[in-house]
């Protein structure tokens, strides 16, 4: 079964930025995979930040950005703020109406 | 706007069934191309994709869940409906339902409930 991969845990400087990744343990990722990015705080219900790779979900600032870099999806988050401090998952469409998601990022802003 | 909202039991015992329903409230869930979701997060740990049911009431489901997972809907009461049997204390867990626009491509989830706790003990 194929693992969809995540960085445990990233750190980024406030104002800084930071690239995430979303990879498959088997095989290159593309814009077949319609990635999706979410932001998990605490408690709280993810929040929808890209979808279909690069496409910013309703009232999400333009210093998140989705794309595909090399053979992974990837969140860039551009002048990092304390808030942006969250649990990032990406999730993956496999194909035949089966997504998975990745095991999530702890980002810390330091 | 559209709200979800998640309810059923809090507690479930083993083997029994797990059921929950999502309440849809601002738009109708029989219309639209929308994939109605179930996602879960079991305490301190990551998100799981459960499966989905489509306006039509076309369903897919994870493969590591399909032997016990089925989702419905109830169109007169406008919600969704999650059952997984035979649980045990690995379904522990935040279950979330949430609504995809497939407009815009698998996964474009645009609407999320709030969550509920269900926890699997005798």
């Known amino acids: 079964q194929t693992v969809v991969t995540q960085e445990p845990s990233f750190s980024v400087s406030p104002g800084g930025t930071v690239t995430l990744t979303c990879g498959l343990s088997?095989?290159?990722?593309?814009?077949?995979?319609?990635a999706s990015w979410y932001q998990q705080t605490p408690g709280q219900a993810p929040r929808t930040l890209i979808y279909?790779?690069?496409s910013r979900s309703s009232g999400v600032p333009d210093r998140f950005s989705g794309s595909i870099l090399g053979n992974k999806a990837a969140l860039t988050i551009t002048g990092a703020q304390a808030d942006d401090e969250s649990d990032y998952y990406c999730i993956l469409y496999m194909g035949s109406g089966i997504s998975v998601f990745g095991g999530g990022t702890k980002l810390t802003v330091l | 706007q559209v709200q979800l909202q998640e309810s059923g039991p809090g507690l479930v015992k083993p083997p029994q069934t797990l059921s929950l329903t999502c309440t849809v409230s601002g738009g109708s869930i029989s219309s639209g191309p929308y994939y109605w979701s179930w996602i879960r997060q079991p305490a301190g740990k990551g998100l799981e994709w459960i499966g989905r049911i489509y306006t039509s009431g076309s369903t897919n489901y994870n493969p590591s869940l399909k032997s016990r997972v089925s989702i419905s809907l109830d169109t007169s009461k406008n919600q969704f409906s999650l059952k997984l049997d035979s649980v045990t204390a690995a379904d522990t867990a935040v279950y979330y339902c949430?609504?995809?626009?497939?407009?815009?491509?698998?996964?474009?989830?645009?609407?999320w409930g709030r969550g509920t706790l269900v926890s699997v003990s005798s």
């Open positions: 279909s790779t690069n």
């Open positions: 949430a609504r995809s626009n497939n407009d815009y491509g698998a996964n474009a989830h645009d609407y």
């Open positions: 088997s095989g290159s990722v593309s814009t077949s995979h319609y």
